[in-house]
């Protein structure tokens, strides 16, 4: 079974982690939401989580994709996370998908592995990108190898979509994507 790990750090955007956990496994990959801290962790608009393991737990290499949420301040307390840095120069060292969404594209920057990729993050945080050589786009999802990047919360889904299609296939995704009437509202 493919498997992706998610990390979930305070202050992470419930829009964003619910949509990439739920998408992913109505898609059949095993998702292994790794936290931070040991409790449940509160994200920036106070919804609790409680991840499935510690990130002291897993191993990359035991999983097909990093998979980063945005949210304020939680991208920020990602970036700081030396353990986050070096699972994500890892996985992208492996050549395994690494994807990315609102800010969090920034914690792929200070992993330095953005350079002349082209990517996108939260509208007005460009320089983020640019700060690790990372080519930004306004697109609303952008891939670039094995690496995506969304722009936030809205998008959500389809970031989600496109991280299922490349990990499992277009057509598992497009059957979820029905499911969910995401064809309905994005053509």
Known sequence: MLSAILFLAPGFEEIETATIVDVLRRCGVQVAIAGLEPHAIEGAHGMKFVSDTSI???????FDAVVIPGGSPGYVNLRKD???LAMV??????????AAICAAPAVLSDAGILRNRNCTIYPGM???LEKG???PSKDLVVEDGNIITSQGPATALLFALRVAERLVDKKTADVVREKTLTNLVVK
Do not use: T, Y
């Open 82 to 84: 030396p353990r986050v």
């Open 56 to 62: 002291d737990d897993i191993a990359v290499k035991d």
């Open 89 to 98: 120069k890892e996985a992208f060292g492996s050549n395994k998908l690494v």
């Open 133 to 135: 050589g990372g080519k």
């Open 126 to 128: 460009e320089i983020e």
